[in-house]
């Protein structure tokens, strides 16, 4: 498999608590795959860990057939090779939506403050957002505020997007509307994605595999239609929890 993200034998624990065990994962190439699995089980962990915001305990994380530290440092072009949209979008309250998808470009490369500027308005046109850019969060709606953060995610022109539990506090509409806009996104703009997601089955509407964690490991991989009973009858014990019972339309 031509796998451009590739995971083996990652360990992170937490004093005697071994929240990933040894984890293998191959991500390949643009790309979605969504990682399921029961609620404090470590899927933001393993993600925190790809984007280098935890040190894990062992193992290895290459991008590229590279180690990740290296795919950290930003390109001369102010590329990123990762890019995390966090649960709730994470905004900054005192930041316009124009310097909030700045940001990235700010922080971490040398562009000048015009081709930040070029950059940041294409941007903005490609999601809609031109007539909002001077508005700060508490002025949009949900669903502005996620164009927001996804613009925000992928104003870096990154390879691998980190999406961790996208629609948290979202209707079962607009759940289904920032599915959409991944899948599109990623479409045009050829990342690969990894998400978080406990919008099961909506997810699997957007997602090429599915990988499900259990007990620190990868249990299941595969293609949605092809999970195998056991993983159905784990997963059956917490859906209804995660979902309360609705689905997305
Ligand atoms: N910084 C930390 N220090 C100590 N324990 C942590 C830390 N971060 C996470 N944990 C623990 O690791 C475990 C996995 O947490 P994680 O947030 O990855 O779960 P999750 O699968 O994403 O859950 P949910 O679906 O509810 O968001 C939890 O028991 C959590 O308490």
């Not at 669903?143 to 691998?160: D, E, F, H, S, Y």
Request: proline share 4%; glycine share 8%; hydrophobic share 40%.
């Amino acid at each position: 498999m031509d796998a451009n993200l590739s995971i083996r034998g990652l360990k992170k624990h937490f004093g005697d608590k071994k929240v990933l065990d040894g984890l293998d994962l191959d991500v390949r190439e643009a790309s979605v795959t969504t990682v399921i699995g029961k609620s404090g089980i470590g899927k933001s962990v393993l993600l925190k860990c790809i984007a280098h915001l935890l040190e894990p305990d062992g193992g290895t994380i290459e991008l590229n057939g590279k180690p990740i530290s290296k795919a950290h440092r930003p390109g001369q072009d102010g590329s990123l090779f990762f890019s995390y949209m966090f649960q709730n979008n994470a905004l900054f309250d005192s930041l316009s939506a124009f310097d909030n998808i700045a940001l990235p470009l700010r922080e971490s490369t040398g562009l000048s403050n015009k081709a930040i500027r070029e950059r940041v308005d294409r941007m903005l046109e490609q999601v809609e957002l031109t007539e909002a850019s001077d508005r700060y969060p508490g002025e949009l709606s949900g669903g502005m505020k996620k164009r927001v953060a996804l613009a925000r995610a992928l104003i870096t022109n990154p390879q691998v997007v980190l999406f961790d539990e996208p629609t948290t506090g979202l209707d079962p509409e607009r759940k289904y509307t920032v599915f959409e806009m991944i899948a599109d996104y990623r479409e045009r703009f050829g990342f690969t994605a990894l998400l978080v997601s406990h919008d099961i089955p909506e997810v699997f509407g957007i997602s090429d595999q599915v990988a499900w964690l259990d007990e620190g490991v990868i249990k299941f991989y595969g293609p949605p239609n092809e999970l195998d009973d056991e993983a159905e009858s784990a997963l059956a014990g917490f859906l209804n929890k995660a979902n309360h019972g609705k689905s997305i339309r």
